[in-house]
């Protein structure tokens, strides 16, 4: 007792805070485990969303621990959680956040309830536990953790639990940020978007996603004379369609790369086997980077790499006809454009014309609301090099890879405000079949959501902590 007392009085006398205990993990995951099954046991699937049900389940938690927190909401099912530990204020606030929206399931798909949090062979399964409640419920268990131990904060850390990501951010994010934009404005901000990997039991690397591609979606349609099919005619709407949509699809937009995905490739090289090293420094080779390219195109396991080089195109929905004798007057598609964050849409849509090249088809860009494209997150924030101090904690031998997400969050929405927002996540190993996230038998690997837990923990208290 006399040794603790003399090290507090010299921290003190210093003018810095003890350091806190170094926090019981093995029960904190325990709690995560058992927090995220009962989470997931909640029905968010959107629509219709349903979202408060969550919110007022994970405001419980924080009530029992004393943490002030709120539910607001444009509509009464569609709340969003806001939590806030107060820090001195001598820096700008850190958030921590995640989605309680689930996609839809097919539930006849499914080996298990969607909705029960079934536990077997070291995964939860159910919609939604990889995408987005283990995220969440990581974040909720940090915000427990810095106040059980008391941590000194420099920094407020806010926990927001939001609504509507699942394509319906009116709800969620947007309605955060426009209306309630002061009891979530911060620095830095920690969402979904990365991920620990691991090969062969050790972690590889830890991916940080600082930016995202930009969900774009355009219309292809064709129109022609409809008319018995018995008397085939060139004017077929779908016979055109068709063929402008093998044309899209067979097209790939240029390489085009920015500050993030030059550096994730240059320090994936680094960290990768001879063979994929050698890809990854020469897909812009100008004797053999075509073939690369293609190579990236073509193979299952470097589809991500592909989508990271260009702004890519997905073909999904094509409507056309209503019976089978008959030849439509009209047929459209659908494509999915994954955007790169400068891409000029207006530009591309005229490039897209002259790579289909036929009068008979038209391309519209989808109105409505657009997730904004902003620049990457910074490489030499403070936020980024505590999250590479963890990693070297945590992962000594790995990297921290800063990355593109291929797909979409609600970071865009907070970059747009000036916020240095960064994509985390649990560990995962391809190896043992991924997460399934938006599939069928959606999961998550019990045993990596303790390293994860450690590592935000880690990120967290060294760039809120006081010093």
């Not at 938690?61 to 099912?77: H, P, Q």
């Not at 426009?178 to 979904?192: G, R, S, T, Y």
């Not at 812009?284 to 991500?304: A, C, M, N, W």
């Not at 000594?396 to 960064?422: C, F, H, N, W």
Request: with cysteine.
């Amino acid at each position: 007792m006399q040794k603790s007392s003399s090290l507090v009085l010299a921290f003190a006398l210093l003018g810095i805070s003890a350091p806190a205990a170094q926090p019981d993990f093995a029960a904190a995951h325990q709690e995560v485990v058992d927090t995220l099954q009962k989470f997931v046991r909640i029905d968010t699937s959107n629509p219709p969303g349903n979202e408060t049900k969550a919110a007022e389940f994970l405001k419980a938690i924080l009530d029992k621990e004393g943490i002030s927190s709120e539910i607001v909401a444009l509509d009464l099912k569609r709340g969003s959680l806001i939590a806030r530990l107060k820090g001195s204020g001598k820096k700008k606030p850190l958030l921590l956040m995640g989605h309680t929206d689930v996609v839809g399931v097919e539930r006849d798909k499914w080996t298990v309830d969607p909705f029960e949090g079934v536990i077997k062979d070291g995964f939860l399964y159910g919609r939604g536990s990889s995408d987005d409640k283990a995220m969440t419920t990581v974040c909720l268990e940090i915000m427990l953790i810095l106040k059980r131990s008391n941590v000194p904060l420099d920094r407020d850390v806010i926990f927001v639990a939001e609504a509507g990501e699942e394509g319906t951010s009116q709800w969620g994010i947007n309605f955060l940020v426009e209306k309630h934009w002061d009891k979530i404005a911060c620095e830095f901000a920690l969402n979904e978007g990365g991920g620990i990997v691991q090969e062969n039991g050790r972690v590889k690397f830890v991916n940080v996603s600082t930016t995202e591609k930009v969900p774009r979606t355009l219309f292809l349609s064709a129109k022609g004379v409809s008319g018995h099919a018995s008397r085939p005619r060139p004017d077929n709407a779908i016979a055109h369609l068709a063929a402008a949509v093998a044309k899209v699809a067979d097209w790939q937009p240029p390489v085009r790369l920015n500050d993030t995905t030059r550096t994730y490739f240059e320090r994936l090289a680094k960290v990768s086997p001879p063979d994929d090293a050698w890809l990854f420094t020469h897909f812009t080779d100008p004797v053999v980077g075509l073939q690369v390219q293609e190579i990236f195109r073509r193979s299952e396991k470097h589809l991500y790499y592909n989508s990271a080089l260009r702004t890519s195109i997905s073909p999904t929905v094509i409507k056309g006809g209503f019976r089978t004798n008959v030849i439509p007057g009209d047929a459209l598609a659908t494509l999915d454009v994954r955007a790169l964050p400068d891409e000029d849409m207006d530009a591309f849509v005229r490039t897209l014309e002259r790579v289909i090249s036929d009068p008979a088809v038209t391309v519209t860009r989808a109105g409505g609301y657009e997730r904004p494209a902003t620049p990457p997150s910074r490489l030499d924030s403070e936020m980024f090099a505590a999250l590479e101090r963890a990693q070297q904690k945590l992962f000594p031998g790995a990297a921290v890879i800063p990355s593109m997400s291929v797909g979409a969050t609600d970071s865009a929405q907070l970059r747009e405000k000036g916020v240095q927002a960064y994509g985390l996540g649990s560990v995962f190993d391809d190896a043992d079949g991924g997460s399934r996230a938006h599939g069928n038998d959606e999961r998550i690997r019990l045993a990596g959501l303790r390293p994860f837990l450690e590592y935000l923990y880690a990120a967290v208290s060294d760039v809120a902590g006081a010093k």
